[in-house]
């Protein structure tokens, strides 16, 4: 099993650009999640659902949007990247809701200039 | 808000020693606490957790203890190898909300 897989591994966009960044899973987990790490901080939720068609917002959901259409995808879209978001992001999921620890994938180092 | 903390950001240790990196929660709802590991240029690996209701367990080289009293809680590796140089956080669950530390990086010395 793959698990958790994100595309791109890295991205760098000009201020105002867009982009989708795309995250899929392998283990039919209902829940999955995107956060965005940055230097000295922990994770911060951006966005999350918890199953197919459900999104909800997370503790810094300015300036992002997310998607899931299907059970196993989770998309994330920046509609006019700004600096701020230079971040690495990282999609997670997990069976059910926090009551059992996450599956991360490997993230995406994205850089706006 | 609440929020978990760290209370080093560095930690270094001779290889075969024994290392323990702490953690301080501040939520007194929060009933379940996880460790990863996060290596440079991966996502976060879950290594150990513990519910509420335990103060100790254990796993292969590592154990994760639990004081409510203090709200403090840490991560024990034994014999600590090359391969344990990392980033360790931990993260606490209540109230349905998960946060996370910002983490204490590892370093293995041969």
């Known amino acids: 099993n793959a698990g958790v897989t994100q595309t791109p591994k890295f991205r760098v966009l000009k201020t105002g650009q867009s982009m989708t960044l795309l995250c899929a899973q392998d283990?039919?987990?209902?829940?999955m999640y995107w956060y965005r790490q940055d230097p000295g901080m922990g994770l911060r939720l951006i966005h999350y659902s918890v199953g197919e068609g459900t999104t909800a917002k997370g503790e810094v959901p300015d300036g992002y949007n997310v998607s899931r259409l299907k059970k196993q995808n989770f998309l994330l879209g920046l509609e006019s990247a700004a600096p701020s978001q230079t971040s690495v992001y990282f999609c997670?999921?997990?069976?059910?809701?926090?009551?059992?620890?996450?599956?991360f994938g490997n993230g995406t180092r994205l850089t706006v200039t | 808000g609440e929020s978990v903390g760290l209370h080093l950001p560095t930690l270094s240790v001779q290889e075969g020693d024994n290392s323990i990196i702490n953690c301080a929660y501040s939520?007194?709802?929060?009933?379940?606490f996880i460790w990863y590991k996060q290596e440079s240029g991966k996502g976060p690996q879950f290594i150990i957790d513990i519910r509420s209701n335990m103060d100790k367990r254990q796993g292969q080289r590592v154990t994760v203890l639990l004081n409510k009293t203090v709200k403090h809680l840490s991560l024990q590796i034994a014999a600590t190898q090359p391969g344990d140089s990392a980033v360790y956080f931990c993260?606490?669950?209540?109230?349905?909300?998960?946060?996370f530390g910002a983490g204490t990086r590892l370093t293995v010395k041969p």
């Open positions: 993260a606490e669950i209540g109230n349905n909300d998960m946060r």
């Open positions: 939520n007194s709802a929060s009933d379940y």
């Open positions: 283990m039919n987990h209902e829940y």
């Open positions: 997670a999921s997990s069976p059910s809701s926090y009551n059992s620890p996450l599956h």
